[in-house]
């Protein structure tokens, strides 16, 4: 008898929660999940942008190494001019000849070899002997904040290319000619080019006069804002904002375009990285605040959206005489 009601006073004192601390509950469950999901996605993008810090650093030893084997550095891309410029910033030139970029030049530096001897650098990316070489992803050429993932198609579609592995690096030809300096004129095919990378012309170690401390090499150019393969140039190709891009610029993927060579490196013109206002060929990174870029000493720095003009077009340049250190 004594035993049951025992039992039964212990089950009297047995309570759960009531409808309104359960409510309390939940809610402070979700006032720190959603202070701790901020954080995680911080943390998250901190290490993204440190692996994309980290491809760019090994691109900048690979180009060294490069350098240091053939006392230059290697060309922009591989090409053969075939007609006359129409002297138009955004027109093409004439142009055919297999297109390897310094991307691919650079591959035995990055301890990619096999996939270097898999090219045949004699006969166009579009060829079918480089079909497996150009769809072959290369983790390093890709940023972790990039989100697109999947082949890259050759603009305009009727060229039938659609298997270029992407890439989120671009070459910098720099800004401007230095002939017309301060002006900076930025023309694509403009002649003599005072950037890293260009069509066929190699560059030494002693022609970047403006120091190397002071000259962007590489840059971020995400394929989720421009598709684009790390092989190279595609004759009558264009860079093109991507589809969610262009969306939300309000217009059709193609609509605003850019000639084959920003396939492969591209110039400084009129805003700073990330601009909302530019154009396919220009510097573009998913990091917030600006782009992540390679100088030719070897080391990375961010320039910002809203970077000086006079500054961001003289750390484009080799040989401009504009000596402008990153503040």
């Known amino acids: 008898m004594n035993s049951l009601r025992h039992s039964e006073t212990r089950s009297k004192r047995i309570k759960g929660f009531t409808l309104v601390e359960l409510l309390v509950v939940i809610a402070i469950i979700g006032i720190?999940?959603?202070?701790?999901?901020?954080?995680?996605?911080?943390?998250r993008e901190a290490a993204r942008r440190i692996q994309c810090t980290n491809n760019l650093k090994?691109?900048?030893?690979?180009?060294?190494?490069y350098e240091s084997s053939l006392r230059t550095f290697p060309l922009g891309f591989i090409s053969r001019v075939t007609g006359t410029w129409s002297g138009q910033g955004n027109d093409p030139i004439p142009e055919d000849g297999s297109g390897w970029s310094?991307?691919?030049?650079?591959?035995?530096?990055?301890?990619?070899?096999?996939?270097?001897?898999?090219?045949?650098?004699?006969?166009?990316?579009?060829?079918?002997?480089?079909?497996?070489?150009?769809s072959t992803k290369v983790p390093a050429y890709q940023c972790p904040s990039d989100t697109w993932n999947e082949p890259v198609t050759a603009w305009p579609n009727s060229l039938g290319?659609?298997?270029?592995?992407?890439?989120?690096?671009?070459?910098?030809?720099?800004?401007?000619?230095?002939?017309?300096?301060?002006?900076?004129?930025a023309l694509y095919e403009e002649t003599p080019f005072n950037g890293m990378f260009h069509r066929n012309q190699p560059i030494k170690h002693a022609s970047i006069t403006d120091g190397t401390s002071n000259t962007i090499g590489l840059g971020e150019r995400a394929s989720m804002f421009a598709p684009n393969g790390w092989a190279g140039v595609i004759p009558n190709a264009q860079t093109v904002f991507s589809e969610r891009i262009a969306q939300s610029r309000g217009q059709t993927v193609g609509q605003t375009a850019r000639p084959a060579i920003t396939m492969a490196t591209v110039h400084v013109r009129s805003g700073g990285p990330n601009a909302p206002t530019g154009s396919p060929g220009g510097f573009w990174s998913p990091h917030s605040g600006g782009c992540l870029f390679l100088l030719m000493d070897g080391s990375t720095h961010t320039i910002a959206t809203t970077v000086?003009?006079?500054?961001?077009?003289?750390?484009?340049?080799r040989n401009d005489g504009q000596i402008i250190e990153l503040p």
Not at 118 to 123: E, G, P, Q, R
Not at 177 to 184: C, E, G, L, V
Not at 308 to 317: K, N, S
């Open 32 to 43: 720190l999940i959603g202070l701790l999901l901020p954080a995680v996605q911080a943390a």
């Open 58 to 65: 090994q691109m900048g030893l690979a180009l060294h190494n």
């Open 308 to 317: 000086d003009m006079q500054i961001y077009r003289a750390m484009a340049g």
């Open 102 to 134: 310094v991307f691919a030049m650079i591959l035995p530096n990055m301890e990619l070899g096999a996939l270097h001897g898999s090219i045949d650098f004699k006969v166009p990316i579009t060829s079918p002997v480089n079909q497996s070489a150009r």
């Open 161 to 185: 290319i659609k298997d270029l592995a992407p890439s989120s690096y671009i070459g910098c030809l720099g800004g401007g000619n230095p002939a017309n300096a301060p002006r900076y004129t």
